[in-house]
């Protein structure tokens, strides 16, 4: 199966700061890579395709890069309503597989 | 406009079974990448299985720890995703989701199934 390794586990940021965030693939998953943010209670909210594609109405604060099997996921500016968990997901190779998660809290 | 609907979560004893549904609107289920994905209480997000659609195969696949024991399944008509579960552990614990397209861009709110006697 296909690792994904998410670091950190958790960050305290404060508002307006720039994070990253990043997934290491334990094989090359080309660009079969997924980010999601969940709030508490909350299901999973699709931000990030194919590495680098935004989603339809995700805000342009949120990016994705990628460099061979280290993905990542900056948010240039970060608002209230980030403060959640991301996880990365690969979908390049059955079974698929979620990272552990990164936390977003309030610094 | 795509709605998930997930149902049929409960509690069930060990060893027991369940079927939950996905209902779907704004999208054939017969057209679409339908997978389940389940959250067990403080934990991450578990990939459980995926239906892929009928362009593409139709087949199914499943998560190394439900595999032989969970099965999914769609009914065209009713515009439904199945998932069985059976020979359920304390550790099917979570919350399921359904989620819809190759990208997972859209979920349910998901359904509590709880194992325990």
């Known amino acids: 199966d296909i690792q994904l390794t998410q670091s950190p586990s958790f960050l305290s940021a404060s508002i307006g700061d720039r994070v990253t965030l990043t997934c290491r693939a334990s094989?090359?998953?080309?660009?079969?890579l997924l980010w999601f943010q969940q709030k508490p209670g909350k299901a999973p909210k699709l931000l990030i395709f194919?590495?680098?594609t935004l989603q339809s109405g995700v805000p342009s604060r949120f990016g994705g890069s990628a460099s061979g099997t280290e993905f990542t996921l900056t948010i240039t500016s970060l608002q209230p309503e980030d403060f959640a968990t991301y996880y990365c997901?690969?979908?390049?190779?059955?079974?698929?597989?979620f990272g552990g998660g990164t936390k977003v809290d309030i610094k | 406009e795509v709605h998930l609907v997930e149902s049929g979560g409960g509690l069930v004893k060990p060893g027991g079974s369940l079927r939950l549904s996905c209902a779907a609107s704004?999208?054939?289920?017969?057209?679409?990448?339908i997978n389940w994905v389940r959250q067990a209480p403080g934990k991450g997000l578990e990939w459980v299985g995926r239906?892929?659609?009928?362009?593409?195969?139709?087949?199914?696949n499943y998560a190394t720890p439900v595999k032989g024991r969970f099965t999914i399944s769609r009914d065209d008509a009713s515009n439904t995703v199945y998932l069985t579960l059976s020979s359920l552990t304390t550790d099917d614990t979570a919350m399921y989701y359904c989620?819809?397209?190759?990208?997972?861009?859209?979920w349910g709110p998901g359904t509590q199934v709880t194992v325990s006697s």
């Open positions: 239906i892929e659609d009928k362009a593409d195969g139709g087949t199914s």
């Open positions: 094989q090359a998953i080309s660009n079969y």
């Open positions: 989620s819809a397209g190759y990208w997972s861009s859209d």
């Open positions: 704004g999208i054939s289920v017969g057209a679409a990448y």
């Open positions: 997901q690969q979908i390049k190779t059955y079974p698929l597989t």
């Open positions: 194919g590495a680098t």
